[in-house]
């Protein structure tokens, strides 16, 4: 196969790096692809947001299986025009992608499915969602309906703070992707994100996962895109993902063939669960980014013949095996991130952090000036991963690599993984 993954990040390195393994590939591309990408690919100057581009790619490349990376060209259907030439695609249609391109949509048709969430109100003016606000208690949880790039979700503490962001949120703060806005009670528990391959002859479970939303160290500071994350969790036994499996997933998936918008790819499916009930934050119609880079870590050698099965609708007959294996992210953000952050920090040493630890470098938000240094270009700017026999076994390997590389202008939490590894003590 001539293979295509449409991304730039660090989510589309993993998914090139693994590809990349493969036998079954003659080919492989990315588009815009970035610095660690262009290592193992070759990389066209398209960008995501640029479907015409992008079918002319792969037209012109003979491309047989196309990998869609980000939810934002699956929210333009680039999915949809490729599947109308002829070309395989990894990636649900722009309709289906609506489960995260529109959370109203997506908590509308929980709702329609029976699937277990929060208590919702969507709005478009702000009178209507502060009477709602006040049905609430705190802390009151709202969403951007629209993309907003992981950003879009803000916990207010206070009535008042809740107020203030109705106001901020519907005037603008996030674009248009906050001209309607998805008000929720807040739901206690600890959260995991539940990935599936799926299309109309398979639900395939991976390994379980458990994302580090806060900036900083002990959960504290804003929320980000991903700090870091770990696979598998015990948080998720054996009873708990059967229940995902028959109370979330299986109707996810058949529910969303029944309202005429079948599901090819892989779905997220973001969790809280407290005392082994598991209810629905959120879904995403891609890989995850910071989990994409860990799952690559379990995914077998010819992972593009999977790919491409699911894109075909065919079945796969083959089970597979994830056991035996840990794997873990840490994520190095340029300091200040989420917010106003430094730019074009030098980069160095990945090569050594890489072949000294075994662990595995990918690239999220780099740049390699003309004289070929790599710089930060970007708030999340490297995934250092790595695998083990053991949680720690794999933590180690990747904070020995954090600490090689030579980057001052990043930072990192210290503790990522340590809430599964206190679980187990």
Same mark, same amino acid.
């Given at each position: 196969m001539r293979v295509l993954v449409i991304g730039s990040g660090g989510r589309e390195h993993a998914l090139v790096w693994k590809i990349s393994q493969s036998k079954s590939i003659s080919f492989l591309g990315a588009a815009p692809g970035n610095a660690g990408i262009a290592k193992i690919a070759k990389c066209f100057a398209v960008g995501a947001e640029d479907v015409d581009g992008l079918v002319k790619l792969a037209v012109a490349e003979k491309i047989d299986l196309v990998v869609v990376g980000p939810e934002?060209?699956?929210?333009?259907? +680039? @999915?949809?025009?490729?599947? !109308?030439? *002829? %070309?395989?695609?990894?990636?649900? &249609?722009? /309709? @289906? @992608?609506?489960? =995260?391109? &529109?959370?109203?949509?997506?908590?509308?048709?929980?709702?329609?499915?029976?699937?277990?969430?929060?208590?919702?109100?969507?709005?478009?003016?702000?009178?209507? /969602? %502060?009477?709602?606000?006040?049905?609430?208690?705190?802390?009151?949880?709202?969403?951007? &309906?629209?993309? /907003?790039?992981?950003?879009? +979700?803000?916990?207010?503490?206070?009535?008042?703070?809740?107020?203030?962001?109705?106001? $901020?949120?519907?005037?603008?703060?996030?674009?248009?992707?906050?001209? =309607?806005?998805?008000?929720?009670?807040?739901?206690? *528990?600890? !959260?995991?994100?539940?990935?599936?391959?799926?299309?109309?002859?398979?639900?395939?479970?991976?390994?379980?996962?458990?994302?580090?939303?806060?900036?900083?160290?002990?959960?504290? #500071?804003?929320?980000?895109? #991903?700090? *870091?994350?770990?696979?598998?969790?015990?948080?998720?036994?054996?009873?708990?993902? /059967?229940?995902?499996?028959?109370?979330?997933?299986?109707? &996810?998936? $058949?529910?969303?063939a029944k309202e005429g918008n079948p599901y090819n790819g892989v779905l997220y499916v973001g969790l809280m669960i407290k005392d082994g009930v598991p209810r629905v934050v959120e879904y995403n119609c891609r890989f995850g980014d910071p989990e994409c880079q860990i799952l690559m870590q379990f995914m077998p050698d010819d992972f593009a013949e999977i790919l491409g099965k699911i894109a075909r609708e065919e079945k796969i007959e083959t089970a597979l095996d994830f056991a035996g294996k840990s794997a873990v992210t840490v994520v190095m953000a340029a300091k200040g991130y989420p917010e106003n952050y430094e730019k074009n920090g030098a980069i160095n040493n990945i090569d050594n952090a890489e072949n000294e630890t075994g662990a595995f470098v990918f690239h999220a938000g780099t740049k390699i000036e003309d004289a070929g240094q790599l710089r930060a270009n970007g708030g999340r700017v490297l995934n250092v991963t790595a695998n083990g026999d053991t949680l720690q076994d794999a933590l180690d390997k990747a904070y020995a690599a954090v600490k090689k590389i030579d980057a001052p202008s990043l930072f990192y939490r210290n503790d990522i993984g340590q809430k599964e590894i206190c679980r187990n003590k």
């Open positions: 934002v060209a699956l929210s333009l259907g +680039v @999915a949809d025009k490729l599947r !109308e030439l *002829g %070309i395989a695609t990894f990636g649900p &249609s722009q /309709a @289906a @992608a609506q489960l =995260e391109s &529109s959370k109203a949509f997506s908590k509308d048709f929980m709702a329609r499915q029976n699937i277990p969430t929060a208590a919702y109100g969507v709005f478009t003016q702000s009178d209507a /969602a %502060i009477k709602f606000l006040e049905t609430l208690s705190a802390p009151y949880v709202l969403k951007a &309906s629209g993309l /907003a790039a992981g950003k879009g +979700v803000v916990i207010a503490e206070t009535l008042e703070q809740a107020k203030e962001e109705v106001n $901020e949120m519907l005037s603008g703060k996030f674009g248009d992707a906050s001209s =309607e806005l998805v008000i929720e009670e807040f739901m206690q *528990g600890e !959260e995991a994100s539940f990935f599936v391959l799926c299309n109309s002859k398979n639900i395939i479970p991976l390994p379980v996962c458990q994302d580090h939303k806060r900036a900083f160290d002990n959960d504290e #500071g804003l929320n980000t895109g #991903g700090m *870091g994350a770990y696979a598998p969790t015990t948080l998720v036994d054996e009873n708990v993902k /059967a229940r995902i499996m028959q109370e979330i997933v299986i109707p &996810s998936v $058949e529910g969303m």
